[in-house]
Each structure stands twice: as structure tokens, then as C-alpha cells.
Antibody
């Protein structure tokens, strides 16, 4: 039972990047999912979330209009399309599973690093 | 805008001691949507408590959560060596839908 992120990279300011997260060992389409980021030595910041069927999503104000969350339940996959990247988007990005019966993140991936730098 | 404040920023204690961590919300929130996480260096966060007081699967009973309204507490009754970590509170907020984390409390060895 795990989540595994990929796609992190070094990208120039203004650039784009797509992160992926694959879930295994559980019924992926039953769960809401989110992306949460963390800067080195700093705390956690929720980025965005999507409900179990992909029909509803929400974004933090800091990324709204630049990032898009999506999912493909047939592939047990969650995505984060990031565009107009800025230096302050540099962070470690985790995907996280929302509990089926309660509003909390009961499973986390180990994360992938995004560095925005010229 | 809802803000979560955690205190103290750092708590220095010895193994075997009791740890009391505070999370205060800038406005009254539903305890159903209050969670606590533990994070160790190089690891992803781990859910400890949801619904303010329910322990997640596999969490030892030395961890307990309480509170309502604007004031919530995570208590570790007797610190074990593996409990030295950073602890975050979190609130799911419905209108607009978003998730808010507190800044964290670091529990380190005295």
C-alpha cells in the first residue's frame, strides 16, 4: 500500500512541469487526493486537492490559475500540471490520500523535488 | 482567513516526560476536521490523530488529542526516543474548500 511520486526536476522561472503520483495496494478511485508541498526546513503547505471521481477540485490561493490537478483512476494516477513556475514554488511535493471516512491525510508519498531556478 | 498557530515552537524534553502541544485556530472550527501529524527528518508526515481525538491506525495510545472550538491539544503521555520529531496540526476548511497546516512544534531531546 503506497503512493509514489515522480516528475520532479529543475526548471526555469516561467517554465512548466508535470508531476505524477501512482497509488498501489488500495482502491484508488475511492479516495480524494491532494498535493502538499514543503520547503527545506519549513512547514507543510497544501497545494490542491481533487475528489475521488475527479469532478471537483480546489486550490491554494498561491497556485490558483497556474497549477491544475487531475487524476486517471484507470491508471491509479494523480497528476499536477504546474505552469508559470516561480522561485517560491521550489519545494518537495508530496501526494497524499484523504481518509475514506474522515478528513485527514492517512497516506503520503515520499515526495519529489521541484527546483525553480535560472 | 483561518490561521492555525502552534505553541511552543520548540519543546525540549527528556524521554519519559509528558509533552503537551497546542494548536490554536483564529476562528472556531469543527473538531471533526482537526488532525495531527508527526514528521521525522527525511520522512513523509504520518497521521496521528483525526477528528481532534481519534487515533489513526497503529498509533500508540500514549498519543492523545483533545479540544474544541479554537483550542486543541496533542498530548504524548510518556515520550519514547522515537517520538522526537516535528508535529503539525491541520484543519480541513469547507468554505472555501482548503486545507490549512499549522507551522509545527519541534519536540527535541533536552
Amino acid at each position: 500500500v503506497q503512493l509514489e511520486e515522480s516528475g520532479g526536476s529543475v526548471v526555469r522561472p516561467g517554465g512548466s512541469l508535470r508531476l505524477s503520483c501512482v497509488g498501489s495496494g488500495f482502491t484508488f478511485h475511492n479516495y480524494g487526493m491532494s498535493w502538499v508541498r514543503q520547503t527545506p526546513g519549513k512547514g507543510l503547505e497544501w497545494v490542491c486537492g481533487i475528489n475521488s471521481n475527479g469532478g471537483d477540485s480546489a486550490y491554494a490561493a498561491s497556485v490558483k490559475g497556474r497549477f491544475t490537478i487531475s487524476r486517471d483512476n484507470a491508471k491509479n494516477s494523480l497528476y499536477l500540471q504546474m505552469s508559470s513556475l516561480r522561485a517560491d514554488d521550489t519545494a518537495f511535493y508530496h501526494c497524499a490520500r484523504e481518509g475514506e471516512l474522515f478528513p485527514a491525510f492517512d497516506m503520503w508519498g515520499q515526495g519529489t523535488t521541484v527546483t525553480v531556478s535560472s | 482567513e483561518l490561521v492555525l498557530t502552534q505553541s511552543p515552537g520548540t519543546l525540549s524534553l527528556s524521554p519519559g516526560e509528558r509533552a503537551t502541544l497546542s494548536c490554536r485556530a483564529s476562528q472556531s472550527v469543527s473538531s471533526n476536521y482537526l488532525a495531527w501529524y508527526q514528521q521525522k527528518p527525511g520522512q513523509a508526515p504520518r497521521l496521528l490523530i483525526y477528528g481532534a481525538s481519534s487515533r489513526a491506525t497503529g498509533i500508540p495510545d500514549r498519543f492523545s488529542g483533545s479540544g474544541s472550538g479554537t483550542d486543541f491539544t496533542l498530548t504524548i503521555s510518556k515520550l519514547e526516543p522515537e517520538d522526537f520529531a516535528v508535529y503539525y496540526c491541520q484543519q480541513f476548511h469547507n468554505s472555501p474548500p482548503k486545507v490549512i497546516f499549522g507551522p509545527g512544534t519541534r519536540v527535541d531531546v533536552k
